[in-house]
């Protein structure tokens, strides 16, 4: 009997989303998988940051989710290129899916991918999906703890947001806690706190993103 283990899967993941990365890179496509917990705020980041790059980049989105397509929604009203991927019950967005999408997107007029993955902060960790690099938002709401709990998608994460900073007053969250937990546990992840119900923080995080699009 030939037994199919985690590490089987992940490998044939990988060599897709080497794939893929070498597509977008010859198309000279920045590509960026945010990853995080359901409600954790990564739509609302992207209402925040797709505008505010429109100068400076031709930007397109991937939205995952399990079922329907209320993100991807809120992703057209923004007037940018969406592809919708339902995974029907799957927990993660796998390289093959991102690879079928990729097709739909002209890549000629694209700077910038962003892929939200489906919330989840275990597997869609461990699967590449061809992206330069992972960005996990984690809100003030779901406690101070998860940098110990989750350390796998921090430990690949080249940023973390930390999101709806404006309810601080109101949760214990101790942020410095868990930006020293990061560091710890990752020295190279950029920690940032924003709100993008008040926009603090914004321009933050965009100069981050700015500064890894303009070394890529
Ligand atoms: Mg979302
Ligand atoms: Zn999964």
Sequence with gaps: ???????????????????????????????VNILGSPGAGK????EATLPRLRERYRAAVIQGDVE?????????????PVVQINTQGGCHLSAPMVSGAIGDFDLTETDLLFIENVGNLVCTASFALGEDMKVTALSVTEGDD???????IFLNSKVLVITKTDLLPHVDFDFDKVAREAKLLNPDIHVVPVSAKTGAGIDNWLALLGKHIAVS
Excluded: W
Excluded at 43 to 46: A, G, P, R, S, V
Excluded at 68 to 80: F, K, N, Q
């Design 1 to 31: 009997m030939r037994i199919r283990v985690a590490e089987d899967i992940l490998k044939a993941n990988d060599l897709i989303a080497q794939d893929i990365r070498s597509i977008l890179d010859s198309a000279r496509v920045f590509c």
């Design 146 to 152: 998860k940098i110990r709990k989750y350390p796998t």
């Design 68 to 80: 329907t397509s209320i993100d991807g929604e809120r992703m057209e009203a923004l007037h940018v």
């Design 43 to 46: 739509t609302t980041l992207l």
